[in-house]
């Protein structure tokens, strides 16, 4: 082997070397990753619970439990979640889709225009309902709803309730990009109304408004 072969070995190993010690210096000096972060709660959150809070304070003498609060959002589209289960225990919010009546939507564009406390108008009310018995009805089990505000207290009379619907499945956003109407009723998916039955029933608060906080 020539001499100017070992010598270009040797330059090369001493370059690798070199590499080495500069790169775990350099690890050595970096400051360290940070793997974990606290939890910072989305402000539309924050603003739920708080509203929640509030609107428990105002209306506890005719609520059965407060643990947890529904709160719709009618400021929203119909395409995206905003009925929000806020659990005042745990400091947490869940969401699902709703769907609001047809006098609420003339155009059936996926926006609230009007709430409307009327009979036959087949719109949406604004306001406090108290959650009632859950019945057998053309949905299968729904619940009962109780208005408790003038814009809202014709509810149980127009038969204004929580049920499951087709058109309030998901996959109508996949075909339309909107969800059916129904006729002033809050309309949840099928496969989720299970949670409203469980966690929003007894005498729990649900509150309606066109609130926007997306």
């Not at 500069?22 to 970096?30: H, M, P, R």
């Amino acid at each position: 082997m020539g001499m100017m072969t070992v010598m270009k070995r040797r330059e090369l190993l001493q370059a690798m070397a070199g590499g080495v010690v500069a790169s775990g210096t350099a690890a050595l000096v970096a400051p360290a990753r940070v793997f974990a972060q606290a939890f910072a709660m989305p402000e539309q959150h924050r603003r739920l619970l708080d509203l929640a809070r509030n609107q428990v304070g105002r209306l506890e003498n005719v609520l059965w439990r407060t643990d947890i609060v529904g709160i719709a959002d009618f400021g929203l589209p119909s395409s995206l979640p905003r009925l929000h289960f806020a659990n005042l225990e745990r400091g947490e919010v869940r969401s699902f889709l709703v769907a609001h009546g047809k006098g609420s939507d003339p155009e059936h564009d996926g926006f609230l225009k009007v709430f409307s406390n009327q009979f036959n108008s087949l719109a949406t009310s604004r306001g406090a309902f108290v959650t009632g018995e859950w019945y057998r009805g053309k949905y299968g089990t729904s619940m009962r709803l109780n208005g408790i505000d003038p814009d809202n207290n014709n509810a149980y009379d127009r038969a204004i309730v929580m049920h499951p619907a087709w058109y309030a499945n998901p996959d109508m956003l996949a075909r339309y990009g909107k969800l059916g109407r129904s006729d002033g009723c809050f309309a949840m998916p099928e496969a989720d109304f299970a949670e409203a039955l469980l966690h929003l029933g007894a005498g729990r608060l649900l509150y309606a408004d066109r609130l926007g906080l997306g």
